[in-house]
C-alpha cells in the first residue's frame, strides 16, 4: 500500500520486530556493509561538485542507514543552489543476480507521484483549462455525484472525503492489486467511486490515494489527452526525467529494480506482489535519483510553471474550520529543520522513498530505495542535515 504521510512518522508495529541474535545481526550487518562497498565502486562517476566532506558524511550516514536496516539499494542525488551537484548508489538493485544500485536505477516512487500529478493540474490550472474549484464532476463525469460537490482544490489536499484503502492487508484485492488495467484512470475508479465519503470535503484532512485517481480523470478531462501522456509531455520532458516512466509490472524496463521486505526475523525477501495500474497518479511511477533530482532543478527555476502558480501549488491547505493543513496541494510542507520545507514520501511493496526541498537555499535531497517499511524519511532527514549544517570545507 501507499503510505505517504510527508511528516516524518515511526510505526511502532513495523518496529516491533523478534529479537535477532547478536551473532545473526553482525552477519547482516557485514552483508550489507560488503554491498555498499561493491555498489559505491560500480557507481558512475558524478559531474557534480559537492564539498568533499559533505559527500563523505553523506556516504558515512548511508552506510550506517543500510547496515542497521538491512537495506538491499538506495540511490540519493543532492541538489544545492539549485543546481544538481551529486548522485550515488549503494548496495544492490537486484540481490538475485548481483546488480549494483546506481543514480540511474529506477525504483517504485510510490506516493513521491502524487507532486508529479499536482503539478500537471497546476500547469492545467495556469493556462485556463481547469478549475480547481469547480466540481470534479465538470472534467470527470464518470465519477458519481456525492451529497457535496468536491473540488479538485480538495483532493489536491486530501481535504475531499475520499476514503484511503479500505486496509493494509496483502490480501485487499485493492491495496495488494494483481490485476492489469490497460485503462488506469477508469480502472482505478472502479474500486472506490461507488463508496461513500469519509467526511465532508473540506472538513477534514484524510490522506487519500484513490483522491489522485480522480485527480488523474479530471486531468484527463481538462486536457483532452491520456494522463499518462499529459505528465510525459508537460511534466517529465520539459523537466529533463527521460527515464521516469509508469511501473508496468509485464513490461520489459532497464535498470529497474527487484523489489524487497523485511520479515520480522530480519530475512530480506522478496516483497508482495503489486500491480499498480490502477493508482498511477498517486503511487504509479517509476524513477530514478537522477530524475527526481532534475524535477527538483525544474521545481526551483520555474521550468514547469511560474514560481506564483508554485507558490500556491506548495501553500498548505486550510479546512473549513479555519485551521491549517501541513499539506499543500499534492505536497506536504513543514518547518522541522528550521525552514520552510515542501517534498512527499512514499511506500508501497518493495520500495520506501522520500524527497525534500529547501526553497529559500535551493537545496534538495532525493532517497529511494527497494525495501517496504524502511523509512526512508529518516535518512533523507539525517542527509538533509548534513548539506545544511554550518563550518564544511570549500568545494572540490
Known sequence: MTLGLYTPFRCSVCDAEEALTANSRRLRRFATAVLV????????????QLDQQKRSQLES??????????????????????????????????????VPATPQTL???????????????????ERGKLDLD????KYCPAFPQKPWPISTRQLLGHLGGIR????????????????????????????FAADPLVAQPGIKFHYSTPGFTLIGCAIEGASGEKYVDFVRTNVLGPAGMTVTRVDDRFAIIPHRTRFYHKEKSGSVVNADW??????????????????????????????????STRELMWTPQKLADGSTSRYALGWGTGKDLGEPDVGH???????????????????????????????????ATELMKILIAPGTGQKK
Open 164 to 191: 484511503h484503502y479500505k486496509s493494509e492487508s496483502q490480501d485487499d484485492p485493492e491495496g495488494g492489486n494483481t490485476m492489469h488495467f490497460d485503462n488506469p484512470i477508469q480502472g482505478g475508479l472502479n474500486f
Open 345 to 379: 514520501g512514499g511506500g508501497q511493496q518493495g520500495t520506501s522513498t522520500f524527497f525534500m526541498i529547501l526553497p529559500q537555499r535551493g537545496t534538495g535531497i532525493v532517497v529511494l530505495t527497494n525495501l517496504d517499511g524502511a523509512h526512508s524519511v529518516l535518512l
Open 134 to 137: 469547480a466540481p470534479v464532476q
Open 37 to 48: 562497498v561493491f555498489g559505491a565502486l560500480y557507481s558512475p562517476a558524478q559531474s557534480g
Open 274 to 307: 503489486l500491480d499498480s495500474s490502477y493508482k498511477i497518479p498517486g503511487g504509479g511511477w517509476l524513477s530514478s535519483a537522477d530524475d527526481m533530482a532534475r524535477f527538483e532543478v525544474a521545481m526551483l527555476h520555474n521550468t514547469l510553471m511560474k514560481s
Open 107 to 125: 525504483y517504485r516512487l510510490a506516493s513521491i507521484s502524487k507532486p508529479l500529478t499536482a503539478t500537471a493540474a497546476m500547469e492545467l490550472w
Open 61 to 98: 550516514a548511508v552506510a550506517r542507514y543500510m547496515a542497521a536496516n538491512s537495506i538491499p539499494g538506495v540511490s540519493v542525488a543532492v541538489v544545492e543552489n539549485g543546481e544538481y551537484v551529486w548522485s550515488k548508489g549503494f548496495g544492490m538493485a537486484d540481490l538475485e543476480n548481483f
